[in-house]
């Protein structure tokens, strides 16, 4: 009898062990992500942790630039997330990566205040007074913050507002100015500024005024023979990652809209 009862109980629990989400072998990874990705990704993370609750995904959010070097000086992380996809290229070609870079989104750049009416406001018209200061993301490292000079160069007004510009260290810093008055224009991601619950006003930056934002993830050398981050990887290449990514503003690239 007690032998027919530990058969009934294996075969019970073999029946939920096909049932259940199978569970990676690694149960812990570090992401480094871009700020812009600071929303879309918490909730591509929730999304994936719902049927995978005994992961751990731990993300470090900033410029993509400073990211970049921190893997390439040894950071411990598993997967890049970049806003600038020569950057996780840069890993390959040096040895940092492990496969090739996955396009996941195209991003786009805003002007965003939180006191001033935008609808209606060219680019070119930042260079009147009543604009004030205008916060960017440094252009030395971080993607959209050089997307920023572009676009104020091709404008025409680069001169006339870099005494009035205020520099944060990434995009996500650069609308906390914005949204805080500390600046009363941000030039930001788009993402950032559908994401906020912070009340204001943007419009939109021709895309031809800067080299388009293809953004692209890569798994590091460190998380080479990692299965949660190769997982994970997948998971964000899937519909349902997809259709968050697109609700804050990403737009897909051709060959990943599949």
């Known amino acids: 009898?007690?032998?027919?009862?530990?058969?009934?109980?294996?075969?019970?629990?073999?029946?939920?062990?096909?049932?259940?989400?199978?569970?990676?072998?690694?149960?812990?990874?570090?992401?480094?992500?871009?700020?812009?990705?600071?929303?879309?990704?918490?909730?591509?993370?929730?999304a994936y942790r719902h049927d995978h609750p005994a992961s751990r995904i731990d993300v470090t959010y900033g410029s993509s630039?400073?990211?970049?070097?921190q893997i390439e000086q040894g950071a411990p992380f598993e997967i890049f997330f970049s806003a600038d996809s020569s950057y996780p290229q840069q890993l390959v070609e040096h040895g940092k990566a492990s496969g090739t870079p996955v396009p996941y989104a195209l991003g786009h750049l805003v002007m965003w205040s939180a006191s001033i009416d935008m609808k209606g406001v060219q680019v070119a018209d930042l260079a009147q007074a009543k604009f004030g200061?205008?916060?960017?993301?440094?252009?030395?490292?971080?993607?959209?913050?050089?997307?920023?000079?572009?676009?104020?160069?091709?404008?025409?007004?680069?001169?006339?507002?870099?005494?009035?510009?205020?520099?944060g260290d990434n995009i996500a810093q650069t609308a906390q100015f914005a949204q805080s008055g500390?600046?009363?224009?941000?030039?930001?991601?788009?993402?950032?500024?559908?994401?906020?619950?912070?009340?204001?006003?943007?419009?939109?930056?021709?895309?031809?005024?800067?080299?388009?934002?293809?953004?692209?993830?890569?798994?590091t050398q460190r998380g080479a023979g990692n299965a949660l981050a190769q997982d994970f990887a997948r998971y964000v290449q899937?519909?349902?990652?997809?259709?968050?990514?697109?609700?804050?503003?990403?737009?897909?690239?051709?060959?990943?809209?599949?």
């Open 65 to 69: 630039g400073n990211l970049l070097t």
């Open 182 to 219: 500390n600046a009363q224009v941000g030039l930001v991601a788009e993402s950032l500024v559908l994401g906020s619950p912070a009340k204001g006003s943007f419009a939109s930056v021709p895309p031809s005024l800067y080299e388009p934002l293809k953004q692209s993830f890569v798994i």
């Open 1 to 46: 009898m007690m032998r027919r009862l530990w058969q009934g109980l294996l075969l019970v629990s073999s029946v939920f062990a096909s049932v259940a989400p199978a569970a990676p072998v690694d149960a812990h990874i570090t992401v480094a992500a871009a700020a812009d990705l600071h929303q879309a990704l918490d909730e591509v993370v929730a």
């Open 238 to 258: 899937s519909a349902p990652a997809k259709a968050i990514l697109s609700r804050y503003g990403f737009e897909l690239p051709a060959d990943a809209a599949h």
């Open 133 to 167: 200061r205008i916060a960017i993301a440094n252009p030395q490292h971080a993607p959209y913050g050089k997307r920023a000079e572009q676009a104020l160069r091709a404008a025409g007004i680069w001169d006339q507002v870099q005494s009035r510009l205020v520099f």
